[in-house]
Each structure stands twice: as C-alpha cells, then as structure tokens.
C-alpha cells in the first residue's frame, strides 16, 4: 500500500467503499469478504450474477489429480483452497441458508486402454512424489467403487480428497450471503468506463453517471482486458479458452456414477439431482460459443468408452463456457501496480471454482492493507511484467503491454 493509501485509510472514519465489476464467484466471494471486514461494497454485472464461467463450470474441487509438471506453485495454492474448503463451505451455507452442493466422495481417474496407463503411471507417480494423496487401483478395484465403469478398464487412480460442489448452487449462496452481508448488487448493468483522476482509480461510470470508490476491483473473468478506461499497462495477459459441456439427466435414486470420474481427456461429475455433466472441450477459438457436432461427439464417444451405460439417457442441457486464462494458467490477483486503489482477480483457467475461498482471502487482505498475504504474492499481475532493464528510466514506470513470460498463447 502506497503511503497516501495507508494515511487516507487511517483518516477515514467511513468504511471503506469498494466497487467490483463482475459478480462470478470470484467478484462474489471477495465482495463477501470485503463487506464481512466492514467495507461498503457495491457490484455491479453486466448480465445475472454468477451466468459467465461460473456457470458454465463443473464444479470439481480437484487440486490433486489436475496437477501437471510444472505446476508447483499452483498445486501449493490450490492445495491451500482445498484444505479451506470445508470451513468455507459450512460459513457459507450458514450465511446464505443454501445447500450448495458440496460432495465429497473423491475423484477416480481411469484409464481405458493400455497407452492411457501409461499416461496415468506417469501422472501417479509425478503426483505422489508432489505429495497428493492418491491410491493406484486395478480395473477390477475400480469398478468395485463404479460398477457401470466400462468392464475392460485398465487401472484407475483414487485421489480421496478432490471433492466436488455444484458452482451454481454455490454462486447462488454467495450471492446471498453477500446481499445479507450488505453488498449492493447491481445485475444487468453494464459498467461503461473504469475512472482513473491523477493515477488513481476514483470510480465507475455507470449509465452515465461516475460512482466515486476508495477502491476498486476487476473481476470479469476472461472479459477483463475489455474493461473500457483501463490502461494498456493494466491489461493482463489473459484469454478466453472455450468449453463445450453437456448435462445427461439420470435416475437420482440409481445413479450410474457416484464419484467424480475422469477419463481420457474428459470429466463426468454427477449430482445430486441426477444431471451428471460431461465436459469439456479445450479451444482455443476466442469468445466463439458455438457448439460443435465435433466437440458433443468427442465428449459423448470419450464418456461411452468410459461408462457405456450413458448411452440411453436422455441429455438435458449442452452449453459453452469462456476460461480466464492466463499466460502461465495461474490466476492473477492483487494490486495493479500501475494505477493505484486499482485491484484484480482473474486468470483463474480450470480452477475457479476450487480457488474460490482462496481468492475472497487474498482479495480482501489485497483491498484492505494494499497489498497480497505473502503466500498469495508470486500470483501478482507483477510476474508478467517487464525486467526492471526496460522500465522507463525516469518514471520507473512499465513501458507497453505486459510482456510475455514462457508464452503459452500470443496474449
Ligand atoms: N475445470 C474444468 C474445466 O476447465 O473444464
């Protein structure tokens, strides 16, 4: 936190007043937090709260069985979100009085032929040198847990802890809780220019009109860089990654699945009502939302070869969801250097749904003190930026867009 920010919070008797744009479970769940802290906090979303990647998501709690090489720093974050998840849970449903869906059996991971094995092995052994708790299991093992898995399934991995919540149920409950908590929520409501005066982010123009804030926070999800009135500077290097889903609708009281399976390149995630949804695709195909016959056929044909009892059950609903992905496929929280009293929370990729309590704890200690708790600072918009080297030397400010570091896209 700047010295001016600090000695204006300390002046200020008023609570502090915050503005975020974007009420997903991000935008939501620090909108909470902020207002559970004393903050007078207004949302503002451009379409109903929780409709953009937090409805488009599965809702899989999976720290363990995602993590890839590479990955961890991550792993130690989302880690860190599992772990708060059932006390964020037991609050949240306490606060809201909403059920939201959380379950936890656990997630297998299958493999349906020999070359997927192998892949698996790979996984397993990568994972539990990383220390997530996961059991190898034969084919016969697996279907024990899953009896309608196909019958000539090669091996599967148990990972007891990666659980899963039903995201619409969950943004649902923070929507609630947030409006019991006295956040003012604003949906259908198009933020029209972020306002910055001398440097600082000051407000929203909203239907003409600017709301003056102390501070401010961009939660958009892959929309962020869209935000009109944000420097070029401020702009993190995140885009949208498409997802095509599908919900099949089975017999609740005779399920096909009661775990979390993943296959080759898919995910089933039942629930309690019986949709069990089938996702996703990975595109990189920009804002498109056009369900593609290719897509629905690679995610039908990859949950038959896993679960062929799928075959006579009717679909219930097909959607496409836009990821916030940033360059590194970590999520980007914090203060934005750039622009003062200006903060962000986006980035997120697959895993918006689990960091959920982590983002509400590192947002708020970002809005209020000005800076992110230490274990949330490598996740800063700072990663990206240029070496000190090609700062202006006058300024010391960051010259152009955000550069790229180990680029995975052109953003
Ligand atoms: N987290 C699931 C997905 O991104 O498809």
Redesign the pocket.
């Known amino acids: 936190m700047s010295t001016n920010e600090k000695s204006s919070n300390i002046a200020q008797r008023a609570p502090l007043s915050v503005g975020v744009v974007g009420a997903g479970v991000s935008g939501l769940s620090l909108a909470w937090g902020l207002a559970n802290k004393g903050c007078k906090v207004t949302v503002f979303d451009s379409g109903e709260a929780g409709r953009g990647a937090t409805w488009a998501?599965?809702g899989?709690l999976?720290a363990g069985v995602?993590v890839e090489p590479g990955e961890e720093s991550l792993w130690a974050l989302n880690r860190r979100a599992q772990e708060l998840w059932p006390a964020f849970r037991r609050e949240l449903e306490q606060a809201s009085g909403h059920d939201i869906g959380y379950r936890d059996q656990g997630t297998l991971v299958v493999a349906t032929n020999r070359d997927d094995l192998e892949q698996l092995r790979f996984s397993y052994e990568f994972q539990r040198r990383l220390g997530v708790q996961v059991t190898w299991l034969n084919g016969l093992d697996a279907r024990r847990m899953e009896p309608y898995l196909r019958p000539g399934i090669a091996g599967a991995v148990f990972s007891p802890n990666d659980h899963q919540v039903d995201n619409r149920k969950l943004a649902a409950a923070l929507k609630q809780a947030a409006l019991k908590a006295g956040v003012r929520l604003h949906e259908n409501c198009r933020v029209e220019r972020l306002v910055i005066e001398a440097g600082k982010a000051c407000g929203l123009m909203v239907d003409s009109t600017v709301q003056s804030f102390d501070r401010i926070v961009i939660a958009t999800g892959a929309w962020v860089r869209d935000l009109p009135g944000l420097p070029e500077t401020a702009r993190p290097p995140v885009r949208p990654?498409k997802?095509q889903?599908l919900a099949l609708q089975m017999d609740p009281e005779q399920p096909l699945l009661r775990h979390v399976v993943w296959a080759p390149k898919l995910?089933l995630v039942p629930r309690d009502d019986g949709r069990l949804i089938i996702?996703?695709t990975?595109e990189e195909k920009g804002f498109d939302d056009t369900l593609t016959a290719g897509g629905m056929l690679a995610l039908l044909e990859g949950a038959w070869r896993a679960v062929p009892g799928i075959e006579e059950l009717p679909i219930a609903e097909t959607w496409v969801?836009h990821?916030p992905t940033s360059r590194d496929d970590a999520p980007i929280f914090g203060p934005v250097r750039e622009v003062a009293g200006l903060h962000m929370a986006t980035g997120h990729?697959?895993?918006?749904?689990?960091l959920t309590p982590v983002t509400a704890e590192a947002m708020t200690h970002s809005v209020i003190e000005g800076s992110l708790p230490d274990w949330a600072a490598e996740f800063s918009l700072d990663r990206f930026a240029k070496s000190p080297h090609e700062r202006d030397k006058t300024t010391g400010s960051i010259q152009g867009t955000l550069a790229p570091i180990g680029s995975r896209s052109g953003i």
């Not at 990729?349 to 689990?354: A, E, P, T």
């Open positions: 998501a599965a899989m999976a995602e990654v997802g889903m995910y996702g996703a990975v969801g990821r990729h697959r895993n918006g749904i689990l």
